[in-house]
């Protein structure tokens, strides 16, 4: 049925390919895979604002906060219906040990964070306040442990202090601590960029680690843990085979990590701020490099799990600009425009199409850092263009992903050319169908042609329109509410099967048909 759906949509597409006008078929009544709710989630490291100032300002900090939690931005977190957090880090989890974040907050020890800026931690964020958050936010815990420079005992230790319920040593000490009940920690990383600030090891002796710290997992936490291997940095596919050949059967899920760079290069990724188009594209076009990444990665797991036991994590991803002037270059704040709020529209289409391989994703990072959610200065908050994209495509989550025939007319420029519009349409539980539609295009505005078969719509509900005065704007504490949503009106019912949606330049839009 999918095979003669896709073989009749593409015939029809190709009538329409010398129409300029792009066309979406939509086979409503398809069973695609489950949209895991997690690809929608979110990473918090120890690095510059993130925690502290960002999430965390201390009980008796001046901001209005809960138990020392920055109100505002619990409230806005709420929100987004956050899948998953991630934490302690990024480069910092290697370098973690989490006794020294227990106990009373003023004997806590205070250490040096050597990846990040230098500053001093003083770790009065710890473990409590960390899963405690993640109860606040009805979200699930994702703790990166630390193998480059920790121990299997010390692990162990931690995911005893957090998971058991038993008469023994790490869990009366959790009790001593104040915390009588454990916590439910569902995913564990092994590591983080164990080729790089994790240790700088080679594919096959992480490979060993893996093996060795999974086992230990497996007999401490039984199955209450997904075991997360660390994966490639981006094209890195021998990574990926190594470890699919020599560890797979010790991990449930295995990593990979890609940052967009606008600019030329690390050495010079360019401002976050005031581009012109050239560098308005390139965004765009390397943000979509993902789609060639978790293909091939996907590609070379299949090879060793054909059944697809093994979830790919994209478990840190996003936009990574030149910092704001003025800032501390080691604390990576940036700003964040509507071309970012277009990556992650487009980025988490792609995750949503290879949702059958890709299970989990976390956008680096939360607050103050890299692609933000939310940026703060001290108790003003805005929330970024790239927060409004999240939670208008909240709505795919755990939603199942609708087999579509796209063809989408060009952005150019110069000599190269992008797909002009990207697409997901998703069902939920009560049946009714969730489209989100995104116009890349920096000047022009456009036509889609929605039509459905396995289904008639009564009606459009919930549109959501997400665009901005300029491809570089971007959402200020002077003015935090340039790049907002709007309700979307441009969704017309043609007939009981066919659409017609009117998409302007450099926008997101989201609706509902029932
Ligand atoms: O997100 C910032 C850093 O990027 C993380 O600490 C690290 O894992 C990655 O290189």
Redesign the pocket.
């Known amino acids: 049925m999918k095979r003669i759906f896709a073989t009749i949509g593409m015939l029809a597409l190709l009538s329409w390919a010398g129409h300029s006008q792009n066309r979406l078929l939509v086979d409503a009544s398809a069973e695609g895979p489950e949209i895991s709710k997690y690809l929608y989630g979110h990473?918090a490291?120890h690095?510059g604002r993130c925690i502290y100032d960002g999430i965390w300002v201390g009980p008796g900090s001046a901001v209005p906060n809960v138990n020392g939690y920055r109100k505002d931005v619990l409230e806005a977190l709420k929100a987004l219906n956050m899948p998953v957090l991630r934490w302690p880090?990024?480069?910092?989890?290697d370098t973690y040990h989490w006794k020294d974040g227990i106990g009373p907050r003023d004997r806590r020890p205070r250490i040096k964070n050597v990846?990040?800026g230098g500053t001093v931690e003083d770790n009065s964020f710890g473990t409590h306040e960390f899963l405690d958050l993640c109860e606040l936010l009805g979200c699930d815990a994702y703790i990166s442990a630390n193998v480059g420079s920790g121990t299997v005992e010390e692990m162990v230790d931690w995911i005893e202090y957090m998971i058991s319920d038993d008469d023994i040593e790490m869990a009366n000490l959790r009790r001593q601590n104040g915390r009588d009940k454990p916590w439910n920690v569902r995913f564990i990383g092994i590591g983080?960029?164990s080729w790089?600030?994790?240790g700088n090891m080679t594919p096959e002796y992480y490979a060993d680690k893996m093996k060795q710290y999974g086992s230990y997992v497996r007999e401490y936490a039984r199955d209450k843990m997904v075991r997360v291997g660390c994966g490639a940095n981006g094209e890195d596919y021998n990574w990926t085979r190594v470890l699919m050949d020599k560890a797979a059967r010790n991990m449930e899920a295995l990593s990979v990590?890609y940052?967009t760079i606008a600019g030329p290069g690390w050495n010079n990724k360019t401002a976050a701020t005031g581009f012109g188009e050239e560098l308005y594209f390139s965004g765009l076009k390397k943000g979509l490099r993902m789609e060639e990444l978790v293909t091939l990665h996907s590609q070379v797991m299949d090879q060793f799990d054909p059944r697809k036991r093994v979830g790919l994590y994209v478990d840190?991803w996003g936009i990574?600009t030149d910092v704001e002037p003025g800032t501390n270059p080691g604390f990576?704040f940036q700003q964040n425009s509507i071309r970012d709020a277009l990556i992650a529209a487009t980025t988490l289409d792609i995750f949503n199409r290879h949702a059958d391989r890709v299970k989990m994703a976390n956008i680096?990072?939360t607050v103050n850092?890299?692609q933000a959610m939310i940026l703060t200065r001290d108790d003003k908050m805005v929330l970024t263009p790239t927060y409004h994209v999240f939670n208008m495509y909240k709505v795919h989550a755990g939603g199942t992903l609708l087999p579509v025939s796209f063809l989408s007319e060009k952005y150019s420029l110069g000599n190269e050319s992008l797909p002009a519009v990207s697409q997901t349409v998703s069902r939920d539980a009560s049946g009714k169908l969730n489209v989100s539609l995104s116009n890349i295009h920096a000047s022009k505005a456009m036509k889609v042609l929605l039509e459905l078969s396995g289904k008639t719509v009564a009606r459009v509900t919930g549109g959501t329109l997400l665009t901005a005065p300029a491809f570089n704007s971007v959402n200020t504490f002077e003015n935090p509410s340039l790049v907002s949503p709007v309700p979307f009106r441009d969704a017309r019912i043609v007939s009981p099967a066919v659409l017609e949606v009117t998409l302007p330049p450099r926008s997101v839009v989201t609706f509902g048909l029932e």
Not at 89 to 93: E, I, L, N, Q, V
């Open positions: 990473f490291e690095l880090g990024g480069c910092f989890a990846f990040w983080n960029e790089g600030c994790g990590h940052y840190e990574w990576l680096a990072q850092v890299l």
